[in-house]
C-alpha cells in the first residue's frame, strides 16, 4: 500500500541526526513550556511518546489536528470511521485543543498528545499504537513521523490539506527534501485547487480537492442552563460579540462600544479573547474607555450595570455565538490572517471581519460575496457598521440568509474524504482476511 519513494535528503538525515542528538534540549523545551502553562504538566510524558493509556483491540486509524480547528474539523470523519468498524485515535498538540476535543469524542475514540518530531519518541509512539491508517490535518508535515510511518508500511494521508503560496516557496528551497516526504504521503486530500496545484509543484504524486471539513463541522455546543441565565440576565439590551480576539483588537471593542455609547445606552459588549488568559487585558482595555467590565473566569455576570463582559473561558464560544445576531471575528483587524466564521453564520450571526483573512480567504469571499459578512477596514468603521446593524433587525436576518445560503456548495466534504478512504479500508480487509 506504501508505494517506491525517492531517497532519504541528506537534508533529512541531518534533521534526524540534529533532533536524536539534541532531545535532552527539546525535553528541557518541553519542561520549560509545562511550566509556562504551555503543556500539561500531567501528560507531559506523552509529548515523549510515552503512551497515556492501552492500545484500544482490533483496527485503529490515527488522526492528527495541531489545534483547536484542526482537530475539530476531524469529528466528522472519527464518527465515519468508527461507523467503519474502527477505534481512533486523536491526537493534538495544544492544550485548548485536547480541552475541546476532550468533550466531543464519542465512544470508540481515544485522546493522546502527539509526540514532538525527535526520532525516539516518534518511535515509540508507533511502536505502542501500531495505527492501520495515519491521517492528518491540513499542514502537518513532520519529517521523522512521515518516515517512520512509511517504513513500517502504515499509509498516511493528509485530509484538509491547506498549502499557503509563502509555505510552497519555502519548501521549494529544497525541492528533493520536499518530493521526499511528499512521495511518502498515500494522497493529499486539498481543500482548493490553489492548494492542490501547490502540492504538486512540490512533488506530491497523488493529490485530489475533497474540499474543506470545516464546512460541515457541527456548531459548538452550548450548556442549556448556562445559555438560559445569561439570556435572562442580558434581557432585551442590545448586544454584539467580538469573538476570538488578538492583542491589539479588545481595544478597538472597547473604543467601539464607547463611541456608541450615547445612541445606544444600554448596549452589551462581550469580548471572547482568543487566549482565555488575556482576560486581564481585556478588562483593562474597558477601564482605559471608561467602561465598567466583569471578567466570566471571576464569577462576574453580564448584569444591567455591565457594558463590557469579558467572555475569557475556554470551550464556551457556541454560548456566546448564541447569545447574538452580530459577532465580530478577530485575528482580522490584526494582521494574524483571521478567524473561521462558519460556526458563528450556522448560528445565525451576521459576519463582521477585518481586512486580514487570508488564513480563510475562500469562505470570507463567498460570505462577504453572498451578504452575508461584512469587511471592516478600522475601528470606525466597525463603530459605524454596528450602530447600523444595532438598530436594523431585517438586514441582520437577510445577512442570516444570505450566509447560510453561501455556505451549501462548500459542503460535503466529510462525505467526499471518507469515500477516498472506503478503498484503504477495503484493502486492510482483505489483507487481514488473507493473513487468517
Known sequence: MTAKAPPVTAILRAYRSGLYLGEPAVAGLLAWRARRGKEDPGRLAERRGLPGRARPVGRLVWMHGASVGEVLSLVGLVDGMIARGFSVLVT????????????????????????????RWVDRFLDHWRPDLALVAE???????????????IPLLLVNGRMSERSAKGWARTPRTAEALLARIAICLTQT????????????????????????????????????????????RPVWVAASTHPGEDAVAARAHASLRARWPRLLTIVVPRHPHRGGDV??????????????????????GIDLYVADTLG??????RLSRIVYLGGSLVPHGGQNPIEPTRLRAAVLHGPHVHNFTQVYGALDGAGGALAVADADA???????????????????????????PFEGAVVRTLAVLDPFIAQMTLKAMAAS
Open 382 to 408: 466597525l463603530s459605524a457598521t454596528l450602530d447600523g446593524l444595532l438598530g436594523d433587525r431585517p438586514r441582520i436576518e437577510a445577512m442570516n440568509r444570505a450566509g447560510a445560503a453561501a455556505l451549501r
Open 193 to 236: 485547487d490553489a492548494d492542490a496545484d501547490r502540492f504538486r509543484r512540490l512533488g506530491a504524486p497523488r493529490v485530489s480537492i475533497s474540499g474543506n471539513l470545516k464546512y460541515d463541522s457541527e456548531v459548538p455546543p452550548a450548556d442549556g442552563q448556562q445559555l438560559a441565565h445569561l439570556r435572562d440576565l442580558i434581557g432585551d
Open 139 to 153: 499542514s502537518e508535515i513532520w519529517p521523522n513521523t512521515i518516515l517512520g510511518l512509511h517504513r513500517r508500511g
Open 283 to 304: 478588562a483593562a482595555c474597558a477601564g482605559a474607555e471608561g467602561l465598567t467590565s466583569a471578567r466570566r473566569s471571576q464569577g462576574g455576570r453580564p448584569h444591567g
Open 316 to 321: 464556551e464560544l457556541g454560548l456566546f455565538y
Open 92 to 119: 493534538t498538540g495544544t492544550r485548548s485543543a485536547a480541552d475541546l476535543i476532550g468533550q466531543r469524542l464519542p465512544a470508540g475514540a481515544v485522546h493522546q498528545y502527539v509526540p514532538l518530531d525527535a526520532p
